[in-house]
């Protein structure tokens, strides 16, 4: 039993000098009534301010009443800029919300190890961070988490051991 332990925290010793997410995924949709450049700035407040914002792929979709829907996707593939946006995101969260998030954590995880949280558009526009459960900036993070690690305590020890 002891063995087993020590060996679990190598292996989280080892996670705190990698990056955590592998890969990040921001949806948006954009309404009819909604600005499209407005949108596409809140967007850009989620990354740092030196980084690289990514190409996006866009599709139109017609509502339920006919109205068109425009769906962005965002895809950051390499593993240093997806965690540089997430530690990002991480700091602009209000304390509140850092809490709520740390709290939800695993319902907010799949079985895959993807972690997902949205966000205020319109708060985002404005530069602020808020958790939004409709109408909002939808990320998908897929994380790096040792076999058999449970990815909401690895999320948390990370963040732990890298503060924001």
């Known amino acids: 039993m002891a ?6 925290n190598c292996r989280l010793d080892k996670m705190s000098s ?3 997410v592998r890969r990040a995924e921001i949806n948006v949709f954009i309404h009819a ?6 949108i596409i700035k809140a967007v850009h407040t989620l990354f740092p301010p030196d980084a690289e914002i990514p190409h996006y792929t866009e599709i139109t979709l017609e509502g339920y009443f006919g109205d068109p829907i425009t769906t962005l996707t965002f895809i950051v593939k390499n593993r240093r800029p997806a965690t540089e946006l997430f530690m990002n995101i991480m700091a602009k969260l209000s304390s509140l919300d850092y809490v709520a998030l ?6 907010r995880l799949d079985d895959t190890k993807n972690l997902y949280i949205r966000l205020d558009k319109q708060k985002a526009y404005l530069g602020k961070l808020v958790l939004e459960r409709h109408d909002a900036l939808q990320l998908k993070f897929s994380l790096l988490v040792p076999h058999k690690a449970d990815p909401a305590q ?3 020890e990370y ?5 924001v």
């Not at 740390?102 to 319902?107: A, G, I, K, V, W």
């Open 159 to 163: 963040l732990e051991e890298n503060p």
């Open 33 to 38: 009534t909604e600005d499209r450049a407005k």
């Open 3 to 8: 063995a087993e332990t020590v060996c679990n």
């Open 154 to 156: 690895i999320v948390k």
């Open 18 to 20: 990698q990056r955590i």
């Open 102 to 107: 740390m709290d939800e954590l695993p319902q």
